[in-house]
């Protein structure tokens, strides 16, 4: 079968579209986490893995893993970072732009060239072939290409890790964004040919390793409150 990435003829791996250690909060005392779905047709189940698909060679897996081991020590600890408040903003330097940059896109053209349900509003559409080319390629772009908005999800001044949620697309000020819940964090990728506005491009993360985060309290977040309304509806909580 042909690797999605580097479009050779071999064995593929069941790779993650989201890296296994973003679930690892969501796992209970048997290694399994509940999956609840917003479809009517489908039962809610528990899980023993995270979401995988026979997309990714052994090679370009082993490519896209490094980035994932980088993007870990940045999210859960373990490389030096220079953090600072101002007022309820979040600014953080020292990040690697090139590593963290193409972890983040790898993870929004997965989910684009999935097949499961659970991604089917993510679609890229042209851009898909140009982030295949830029991540083969290990080519971050430009600060404004691709640019996307990280915002942790509090609850009562606590990190709410234990959350996945199923990617949507919305639009913002006339682009397409695609939006993710995973890892503590809400994630608002920027998908456009046109130029982007830069109070988005500035709360992206910039080459020199910049990066600035604006907390969310849980309860106020529309986009998560109407799923949950939406899920207690269809009687799945």
Not at 12 to 20: A, G, M, T
Not at 128 to 147: F, Q, V, W
Not at 154 to 180: C, M, S
Request: hydrophobic fraction near 35%.
């Amino acid at each position: 079968m042909t690797c999605r990435l580097c479009k050779r003829d071999c064995q593929l791996k069941n790779s993650h579209i989201i890296p296994e250690f973003l679930y690892r909060s969501l796992y209970d005392e048997k290694h399994r986490f509940y999956r609840i779905s917003v479809e009517e047709s489908e039962k809610s189940t528990f899980i023993q893995k995270g979401v995988r698909e026979y997309l990714l060679c052994g090679d370009c897996e082993q490519r896209l893993s490094k980035y994932e081991r980088y993007a870990s020590t940045v999210l859960q600890g373990g490389v030096e970072l220079t953090v600072s408040r101002d007022g309820n903003l979040i600014h953080i330097e020292g990040i690697d732009y090139v590593k963290f940059k193409l972890f983040s896109l790898s993870i929004l053209w997965r989910s684009s060239i999935s097949s499961l349900d659970i991604f089917k509003q993510v679609s890229l559409g042209p851009h898909e072939e140009k982030l295949r080319k830029m991540i083969l390629a290990e080519d971050a772009g430009r600060d404004c290409e691709y640019p996307f908005i990280m915002s942790p999800i509090t609850h009562e001044g606590a990190l709410q890790k234990d959350l996945i949620i199923q990617p949507t697309k919305t639009k913002l000020e006339g682009h397409v964004v695609y939006r993710f819940t995973f890892g503590g964090i809400f994630w608002v990728f920027v998908v456009s040919g046109h130029r982007i506005p830069s109070v988005v491009v500035s709360a992206s993360i910039s080459t020199n390793g910049k990066l600035t985060m604006l907390p969310r309290e849980i309860t106020e977040m529309k986009y998560i409150s109407n799923m949950a309304t939406e899920l207690a509806r269809k009687g799945k909580v």
